[in-house]
């Protein structure tokens, strides 16, 4: 039986001000775009039993990370990492809706991660989440429901969670989270993984890696050389155009 779209709860303007939407995107969104999202997230009905099951139990955070507590945030409290910080691509629009539709049929399988900011207006900022976040955006734009307002996050203490632990934080949840990373993003967190543990004095850090990662400690050596190609060599290797030996002969 199809979902009467007319019943559900939706803006009364696509776009309108609205004080609790500050920080919360898709400003843009046309009354006709809105509608056929609306259609889109509100008639799929995805069933939790097709939520592959080791999405909900892979554990997020490493385990040495200690001192946080868990609770729900105004979404509009949240400032995103930096961008040298969260260099990830982008996830297409048609993941980012993939995501809202699994959110809307089976609720937040996995809370985001913040740390506090000190600051009054934009309290957290996110290291872990930023597409479940747009995902909650666009879910308040399209249906107006203000459980789309607040989310549940781990919350560490700025004081207790120094920058290079952060940033460890958002290239470790990528890794164990992102089923389809790049090469290039790939590469990049290795690479960033190796500069982060020298600045803590870890000595093995290929055995580290290697241990989180779950990867060969051969590929680790690889991918901090490829790190080092150009950006259009990247775009080559990301687009399967060059093998990732060739990659690293370049």
């Known amino acids: 039986m199809a979902l009467n779209i007319n019943k559900l709860s ?17 400003d843009n969104l046309s009354v006709e775009k809105a509608a056929e999202l609306r259609e889109r997230v509100a008639s799929n009905q995805e069933t939790k039993a097709s939520v592959p099951a080791e999405i909900e139990k892979k554990p997020e955070i490493n385990v040495s990370f200690e001192g946080y507590e868990y609770k729900k945030v105004p979404v509009q409290t949240l400032i995103d990492a930096p961008a040298e910080w969260n260099f990830f691509t982008v996830p297409s629009e048609n993941k980012l809706i ?3 539709i699994s959110i809307y049929n089976n609720g937040l ?14 309290p957290y900022q996110i290291l872990a989440g930023h597409t479940r976040v747009s995902a909650y955006r666009l879910l308040y734009k399209l249906f107006n429901d203000e459980k789309y307002l607040e989310i549940e996050a781990i919350i560490f203490d700025k004081d207790k969670l120094n920058d290079t632990k952060a940033r460890e934080i958002i290239i470790d949840t990528n890794m164990m989270q992102r089923g389809n990373l790049s090469y290039s993003d790939t590469v990049k967190c290795v690479s960033e993984k190796v500069k982060l543990l020298k600045e803590q004095g870890i000595s093995n850090i290929i ?18 050389k490829l790190d080092k190609l150009i950006e259009p060599f990247k775009e080559l290797m990301d687009a399967k155009k060059i093998t990732l030996r060739n990659a690293e002969k370049l």
């Open 98 to 100: 993939d995501l809202a």
């Open 10 to 26: 939706k803006p009364s303007k696509i776009g309108a001000e609205d004080t609790r939407l500050k920080g919360i995107g898709f």
């Open 109 to 122: 399988l996995q809370p985001i991660v913040v740390r506090s900011t000190g600051s009054e207006e934009t």
């Open 207 to 224: 055995d580290v890696i290697s241990k989180d990662y779950d990867i060969k400690k051969t590929s680790i050596y690889m991918f901090t």
